[in-house]
């Protein structure tokens, strides 16, 4: 029935919702399954205080809904973080109106909250967070929205689609629709990347869920469209925690143009971002400059003194694109964060803009609309089942499970290993946890069983596919995973077969996304 183009969480979450309703669907990524904006967000799965500003009261009701919705049907990779926001002197909004905004962010989260917030006094604060700034504090709050990891999440979508049914193939490009005589889209030819073969796929509705690059897939093979989506780029960094210790992910504000910005505690790192600029380059080639990071550093500087961070301290970085609907905001910030599903002239059903956050929403209103474009009537449509059916890594993690599954991890390894792979994997910790445990890299919990795991059963056919988006080695390692780079080629060559020539390229192209990473040292 459906063909879906883009494997980022929106395409992915499309594909199980339509494959979850009964329709067939396969799935179409050009590179890896959230290869693009999916993987490089806040990671933050909440309701956006920041939406209050905007009098956006339905976008945070949706947020903090859908947030207890997804913490419900993945709880291993969603979870509640308590956010601090400190109240200086000179800041634009006081402890008056904070405290408005948290008890309204609350009332509107209802029973959805993780803990209703709480104000504190300036002595308070420090000894919560002592790394800030003492200098004008005069208070604060703290409230709770939830984290995930945006990467995993999206994977687990994929391969959730994937067991109930769909079609599920990455490094497979869109290259154009194919028409029936009225000029209605009933398929496309795809090419497979890897082997360069180009097939054509039939369908009853084509579905575009191509994130930044929306525009580029409607115009493939068409006639120029006009511009739906503005793509506006964030950078984060990432510190190690010890460099940059937080208790709670910090609200601050920008002291360059007064955005929020956050230090968000992952464990291992402390996540800084983001930026939020208008990007018209060629979106595969984004990458954090040396502004980018004079930005984020200024804020975190003036937030933090006593901690002397310099740019040498920054582990790795990276940039992403936000796929906006274009409206006639003058700053990015101002764009709404709204998603719009639209019907093409050819009936293709195409999304734009949107929130991580609200992906299963997403996919629900694009499978009404291609209901509509198919010709069901109301009472032959379908409803949407994702609201309730568990995630894989969620399936067989009821409290007693959990509790046995850890119990027969900590007897197989060290403990720091069990409960990272319990938190990344779930209820499919125990799988991954069948090969070999030796670390990736020394100090951290990966191990090479999920390189393995990653191939035989997410799909992984890259080194970046494995040490980017299902282990985060090159967001924490202190070398990005150069170190256990050879070690990784290896091990996939004797998997994938491999040649010399494939060794080495493979090898070349993560440096390569290393170095990109790294481009804002040299600017
Ligand atoms: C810096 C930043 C921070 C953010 N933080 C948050 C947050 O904390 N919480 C939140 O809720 N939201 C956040 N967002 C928003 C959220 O990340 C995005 O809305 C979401 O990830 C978009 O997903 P997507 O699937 O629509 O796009 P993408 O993930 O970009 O997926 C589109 C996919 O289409 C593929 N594609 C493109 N062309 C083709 C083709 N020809 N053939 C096949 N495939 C193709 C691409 O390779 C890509 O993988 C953030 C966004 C940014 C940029």
Request: charged share 25%.
């Amino acid at each position: 029935y459906f063909l879906i183009v883009g494997g980022g969480i929106t395409g992915v979450a499309c594909a199980r919702d339509a494959v979850l309703r009964g329709f067939s669907a396969a799935c179409v990524e050009k590179n890896d399954f959230a290869y693009g904006t999916s993987s490089r967000s806040s990671k933050l799965i909440h309701g956006g205080l920041r939406y209050l500003e905007q009098a956006n009261f339905k976008l945070v009701f949706e947020g903090t809904h859908e947030r207890a919705q997804l913490r419900k049907v993945a709880p291993h990779l969603v979870k509640p973080i308590p956010f601090m926001f400190p109240v200086f002197k000179e800041a634009k909004h006081g402890m008056a109106t904070i405290s408005f905004g948290l008890w309204l962010y609350d009332t509107l989260a209802g029973k959805h909250r993780y803990g209703r917030h709480r104000r504190y006094k300036r002595d308070e604060i420090m000894s919560l967070e002592p790394g800030l700034r003492s200098e004008g504090l005069s208070g604060g709050a703290v409230y709770y929205d939830c984290m995930t990891d945006d990467a995993r999440l999206c994977l687990e979508n994929a391969v959730s689609a994937h067991e109930s049914g769909a079609v599920m193939l990455n490094y497979t490009r869109f290259l154009h629709s194919v028409k029936d005589p009225d000029g209605r889209a009933i398929g496309a030819t795809v090419r497979d990347e890897n082997s360069g073969r180009e097939f054509k796929v039939n369908c009853k509705v084509l579905i575009y869920c191509a994130g930044p690059w929306t525009d580029q897939v409607l115009s493939a093979g068409q006639e120029k469209q006009k511009s739906m989506i503005r793509t506006t780029k964030g950078v984060h960094l990432l510190f190690a925690a010890d460099r940059l210790p937080v208790n709670h992910a910090v609200v601050m504000n920008s002291v360059t143009d007064g955005r929020v910005v956050f230090a968000i505690p992952r464990g291992r790192v402390t996540l800084v971002g983001t930026t939020d600029t208008d990007y018209n380059g060629d979106p595969d080639g984004v990458h954090a400059t040396s502004e980018d990071v004079d930005y984020l550093m200024e804020t975190l500087e003036h937030y933090f003194p006593g901690l002397n961070l310099t740019r040498e301290d920054i582990r790795a970085s990276y940039a992403g694109l936000r796929p906006l609907v274009r409206d006639d905001s003058d700053s990015p910030y101002d764009v709404s964060r709204e998603h719009t599903v639209s019907i093409g002239e050819d009936s293709s059903v195409t999304i734009g803009g949107g929130k991580y956050t609200t992906y299963r929403l997403m996919a629900d209103d694009i499978l009404s609309e291609a209901m509509k474009v198919m010709g069901l009537r109301r009472a032959e449509r379908v409803k949407c089942a994702t609201r309730d059916v568990l995630l894989v890594g969620a399936e067989d993690l009821a409290p007693q499970q959990r509790e046995e599954l850890l119990k027969e991890l900590y007897a197989k390894m060290d403990e720091d290993i069990a409960d990272y792979l319990l938190n990344a994997y779930g209820g499919r910790a125990g799988r991954v946890a069948g090969g070999d445990l030796s670390r990736l890299v020394s100090g951290f919990p990966f191990v090479y069983s999920e390189v393995e795991y990653g191939i035989q059963n997410e799909s992984a056919v890259t080194p970046a596919d494995v040490l980017i988006r299902r282990i985060p080695v090159f967001y924490e390692a202190p070398d990005q995973g150069l170190e256990c780079l050879d070690k990784v080629v290896d091990h996939m060559a004797a998997s994938l077969g491999w040649t010399l020539d494939q060794k080495e390229k493979h090898t070349e192209d993560y440096r390569a996304l290393v170095e990109s990473s790294r481009r804002w040292r040299n600017p």
